[in-house]
């Protein structure tokens, strides 16, 4: 069966330090992999997708993240962050024979002044 | 287009009652899952719906339910109400189909509080 770890249910960074959030997954084939964001009391907006096009997938407001296959890993990185990241964020993988998502805990990122 | 949208935003009801949560999914859009977030137990599937079948299912009771109609929305039910059912319950529609990514697109969430 297939899971999706997030190393670290909170980070936190200083504004203008490197943003790197961790995700691993398991799984014998290369599913297809997403990292959303959720800002309070709200629910959660699609930040980047990974569809085996290219292995650097750039998003939106500044994030990207790495497909390495040899590590099953899923990383999200930002290189200045912004107090408007702090977010929580997740990871999702979803099975490309059953379609079933599967959501990772949860990183809380908190930005400091 | 319009996003997804769930009604009501905010729910209160007593231990006992039941509950239902409607979503209405991106124009286009066969699939709606459902899922439950609270601050103890994350974010967490309930099922999900494809074409007015239920296609995936999690590890949730019999009290919830759920449906999805020939026009593509849904509604899920919770029925004998608990405590623990206090939570922001998401919506979430996709494509669905074969071949496709499945990205899914969030609604804004439905908050319920059981007293």
């Known amino acids: 069966a297939q899971s999706v770890t997030q190393l670290g249910s909170h980070v936190s960074v200083s504004e203008g330090a490197l943003v790197l959030l961790r995700c691993n997954y398991s799984s014998s084939v290369p599913p297809y992999l997403f990292w959303y964001v959720q800002y309070p009391n709200q629910g959660l907006q699609l930040l980047l997708k990974y569809t085996s096009a290219a292995t650097l997938v750039k998003g939106i407001n500044g994030f990207e993240a790495e497909f390495k296959k040899s590590e099953t890993s899923f990383h999200l990185t930002k290189p200045s962050a912004h107090m408007s990241d702090a977010a929580e964020y997740f990871c999702a993988v979803s099975d490309r024979g059953t379609y079933k998502y599967i959501f990772g805990t949860g990183t809380r990122l908190k930005v400091l002044a | 287009k319009a996003g997804v949208t769930q009604t009501p935003r905010y729910l209160i009801k007593t231990r006992g009652q039941q509950v239902t949560l409607s979503c209405s999914p991106i124009s286009g859009h066969r699939s709606v899952s459902w899922y439950q977030q609270t601050p103890g137990q994350g974010l967490q599937f309930l099922f999900e719906?494809?074409?007015?079948?239920?296609?995936n299912k999690g590890n949730f009771p019999g009290r919830f339910s759920g449906r999805q109609f020939s026009n593509s929305r849904s509604e899920m039910n919770v029925s004998t109400l608990e405590l623990g059912d206090s939570a922001l319950y998401l919506c979430?529609?996709?494509?669905?189909?074969?071949?496709?990514?499945?990205?899914?697109?969030f609604g804004p969430g439905t908050r319920l509080t059981v007293l």
């Open positions: 719906y494809f074409s007015e079948t239920q296609r």
């Open positions: 979430a529609s996709s494509s669905g189909g074969r071949g496709t990514q499945n990205e899914q697109f």
